[in-house]
T-cell receptor
């Protein structure tokens, strides 16, 4: 099946700093990618839709100025958590669609 | 997207067959049913997808009745490594967006 990668797999940062997470479709092109967030013991929550060549679409309640999304190419989308705070600590997962959605392995963010 | 309802948890033993049923009463004509498996600290992994009747692959079978208002994921002869959360999702193929329900936590014991 299709492969989606994420980098880094985990990151620890200090409060107030920014963190960038990359999502790549390795063997297919994706004009659209999706970013999810998952807190412990909870389900995945869609944060935003990343669109190649245009602005991302954010779900209600997700701050677009805090979670910057850039879809620079047909195989790469990045999520930047700006001025991260401890409450942003979570598991961030991206996905890209083909005949179904293929998910990345996730990135664990811990903000101290 | 159609809402889905699954059992919160299920328990089984190694070697048994496990059937997880998902209700999706408001499924649309062009909707497909897809099941994902998620291990802790990993992204969801595609298991199987179907539209109607029965679909089988190397890891699971998916049974969909004629009215398509429910579906059953069947895992033959589960092992300890099948302990995971299983999500049932309904929507158009290639889904524009996915709404995850709470999923079913399957615990397989020795």
């Amino acid at each position: 099946g299709a492969v989606v990668s994420q980098h880094p797999s985990w990151v620890i940062c200090k409060s107030g700093t920014s963190v960038k997470i990359e999502c790549r479709s390795l063997d297919f092109q994706a004009t659209t990618m999706f970013w999810y967030r998952q807190f412990p013991k909870q389900s995945l929550m869609l944060m935003a839709t990343s669109n190649e060549g245009s602005k991302a679409t954010y779900e209600q309640g997700v701050e677009k100025d805090k979670f910057l999304i850039n879809h620079a190419s047909l195989t790469l989308s990045t999520l930047t958590v700006t001025s991260a705070h401890p409450e942003d600590s979570s598991f961030y997962i991206c996905s890209a669609p083909l005949e179904t959605q293929y998910f990345g392995p996730g990135t664990r963010l811990l903000v101290l | 997207l159609a809402k889905t309802t699954q059992p919160i948890s299920m328990d089984s033993y190694e070697g048994q067959e496990v059937n997880i049923t998902c209700s999706h009463n408001n499924i649309a004509t062009n909707d497909y049913i897809t099941w994902y498996q998620q291990f802790p600290s990993q992204g969801p992994r595609f298991i199987i997808q179907g539209y109607k009747t029965k679909v089988t692959n190397e890891v699971a079978s998916l049974f969909i009745p004629a009215d398509r208002k429910s579906s059953t994921l069947s895992l033959p002869r589960v092992s300890l490594s099948d302990t995971a959360v299983y999500y049932c999702l309904v929507g158009p193929p290639g889904y524009s967006t996915l709404t995850f329900g709470k999923g079913t936590m399957l615990l397989v014991s020795p």
